[in-house]
């Protein structure tokens, strides 16, 4: 890759803000990246002084790298520069499904759940070289790109060596390191072998400035180095905290085209109403299929409502979309059947033929998402932990006539929004049980005031803020 030194500002993520599908004929179609990162970092905007750095992640991305150079054509990014890597697939998925998605991304969820997991052997040591080699890669671009001082603001768990690698390589730039994820407390961080905790800490201590998403997770972080690295941050790098809210304008803007229009027609059919011809309620969740989004005990909370208050049979529909994440991993596939296994009973036992209980949908559709937010009477947000969670901070921005949040206390967004949520203990099935019979029962008025004050607090911390804040942080 030719060296261009030119940009004031870079960016550098797993995950960049379009992917690629390669149809039969040859052609290519750009779609926008999934999930909450992209959502926040596309407050970048096409500047021309600014470069994200993504990785290649499937067929059709590489293919959309032979034929640029790996510099995406503007017109599939919105005006962004995007300079895509061709990381070699093998590299790609050791590093991305082995050691960021199967076992940081654990850790800091904790999500171990066996007494045979994790151990971490010779696969894992092999899968470990394969994640020095993609920050290297992506350390390597970085430093090619960047202009003379300039600003890198380096992403997630993906990139915890990438820090201290371009500090090496380039002592002239001012290095921030972002974790959109929790960060795990000491004793379940240190499952991992001490070397490798010690190096994934030492990597993102080699930028200027680690910032979280909340003070908890920033707190937990700086445990961390305690225990694995002594007292005392070394090397004298500065602890942030940036909540990451909502995007309004381009929320509210979008929450009204006509393709949400159409699905929010579409929706209401399925609803249906009750028996008696009353409006039936709606409780909708959108989610990645992903472990840590706790989808099956949602829906078994769900059941236990309809078993323990059957005054809401017949009246109540829950909307689950579950859309595709991480399927190349074996544990991701198997979760997605286990949703789909529990909806369908929840269906088969309390469903009657006006009345469907769970509409669950497992394909991607983002203005059918944008449609339930706008009609849901109650939105469930319940993970085991989520660094922020933008679902729980969107539905209340684009709500039509105001929506009930039952929010998971281990939720990153749980810290801002919690004054007007209805809590929940992830774990405890009839505890959201209850929960849900409150939120159903809340009157239209104490819903629309809460709802009003949920998006006024979603909405005080915009992606643009989020990043430039970030910036001017960094200093320069
Ligand atoms: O890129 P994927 O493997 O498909 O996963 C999607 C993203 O998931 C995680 O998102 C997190 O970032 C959000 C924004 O800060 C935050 O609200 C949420 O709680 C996190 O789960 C992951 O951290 C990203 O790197 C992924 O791109
Ligand atoms: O069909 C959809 C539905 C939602 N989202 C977006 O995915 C993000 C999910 O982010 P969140 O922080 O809730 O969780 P993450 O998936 O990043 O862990 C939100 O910004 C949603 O708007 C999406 O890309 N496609």
């Known amino acids: 890759m030719a060296s261009t030194h030119t940009a004031s500002v870079l960016v550098a993520s797993n995950r960049g803000p379009v992917s690629y599908a390669l149809d039969e004929t040859g052609r290519l179609a750009a779609k926008r990246g999934g999930g909450g990162l992209v959502s926040g970092l596309s407050a970048i905007g096409p500047d021309a002084d600014a470069v994200w750095v993504c990785s290649a992640l499937g067929d059709g991305d590489r293919e959309a790298v032979r034929r640029t150079g790996g510099a995406l054509d503007p017109a599939d990014t919105g005006g962004q520069r995007v300079r895509m890597l061709d990381i070699d697939p093998q590299v790609h998925t050791d590093a991305y499904n082995g050691i960021a998605n199967s076992v940081l991304w654990f850790v800091h969820h904790m999500l171990y759940q066996t007494p045979l997991e994790p151990a971490f052997g010779a696969e894992f040591r092999r899968q470990w070289a394969a994640y020095e080699t993609y920050n290297r890669a992506f350390a390597e671009a970085l430093a090619l790109e960047a202009g003379e001082g300039a600003a890198v603001l380096i992403q997630d768990y993906h990139l915890t060596l990438a820090p201290r690698m371009l ?20 004793e379940y961080f240190r499952v991992l072998p001490d070397d490798i905790a010690a190096q994934v800490l030492g990597g993102i201590l080699g930028a200027d400035r680690a910032a979280f998403l909340t003070q908890r997770w920033a707190d937990a972080f700086t445990d961390c180095c305690h ?22 304008d381009f929320l509210r803007q979008r929450a009204h085209q006509p393709d949400v ?23 909708v969740r959108v989610d990645r299929t992903e472990l840590s989004k706790n989808i099956v005990r949602g829906l078994l909370a769900y059941e236990e409502l309809l078993e323990t208050r059957p005054q809401w049979r017949e009246r109540v529909v829950h909307i ?18 286990e949703v789909q296994r529990v909806a369908a009973e929840i269906n088969s ?12 949908h497992v394909k991607d ?11 849901a009477d109650v939105a469930l947000v319940n993970p085991i932990r989520d660094g922020m969670n933008l679902v729980a901070k969107e539905v209340p921005v684009v709500s039509d006539e105001g929506c009930a949040l039952v929010l998971s206390r281990e939720a990153g967004a749980f810290e801002e929004l919690s004054e007007d949520a209805v809590a929940v203990n992830p774990y405890d099935i009839g505890g959201m049980a209850a929960a849900l019979h409150e939120a159903l029962s809340m009157g239209p008025g104490e819903r629309a005031e809460r709802t009003k004050r949920l998006a006024a607090q979603a909405t005080a911390l915009p992606p643009a803020r989020w990043f430039l804040d970030q910036l001017a942080a960094l200093g320069g």
Request: glycine content about 12%; overall charge positive; hydrophobic content about 35%.
């Open 167 to 186: 500090r090496g390589l380039r002592p002239d730039l001012r290095i921030g390191h972002f974790s959109h994820t929790p960060w795990a407390p000491p």
């Open 227 to 248: 225990a694995v690295l002594g007292p005392g941050i070394p090397s004298g790098t500065r602890i942030g905290v940036h909540g990451l809210g909502a995007d309004a």
């Open 261 to 283: 229009d159409e699905r929010m027609a579409v929706l209401r059919k399925q609803i249906g109403s009750a028996p008696d011809g009353s409006r039936r309620r709606t409780i």
């Open 320 to 337: 689950a979309f579950a859309y595709p994440s991480r399927q190349d991993l074996a544990v991701y596939r198997r979760y997605t059947e």
């Open 349 to 360: 036992r309390y469903g009657t033929p006006g009345w469907t209980p769970v509409e669950l």
């Open 365 to 375: 559709d983002f203005a059918r998402s944008l449609a339930a937010y706008r009609l």
